[in-house]
């Protein structure tokens, strides 16, 4: 568990500050992996084969390397870190 300790010299709550901080990256981050699902669906449909047919197959050498396949990956890898992220955000509690 990681711990934070935020202090200001102002008077102002930090508190509702840092929340709506949070929510606004948790909404970009929530359309991210949206736009990006979107993306992973055009590649699917237009080689007709899921992302995890895609990926063994493209990991195992047996495609050819083309710049649509290296976007693919690179959408892929961009779904898993943008996931990640969210989940980091969505776990944060405030202590009282």
Request: proline fraction near 2%.
């Amino acid at each position: 568990m990681t711990r934070l300790t935020l202090i200001s010299s102002r008077k102002q709550p930090l508190k509702p500050l840092v929340e709506a901080a949070l929510n606004n990256e948790l909404r970009l981050l929530d359309a991210g992996v949206q736009r990006t699902e979107k993306k992973l669906k055009l590649f699917e449909t237009q080689f007709e084969m899921t992302t995890t047919v895609f990926l063994k197959r493209y990991e195992n050498n047996e495609l050819q390397e083309t710049l649509e396949f290296a976007e693919w990956v690179g959408e892929y890898r961009m779904l898993f870190r943008l996931k990640e992220k969210t989940e980091t955000l969505r776990e944060v509690q405030f202590a009282d």
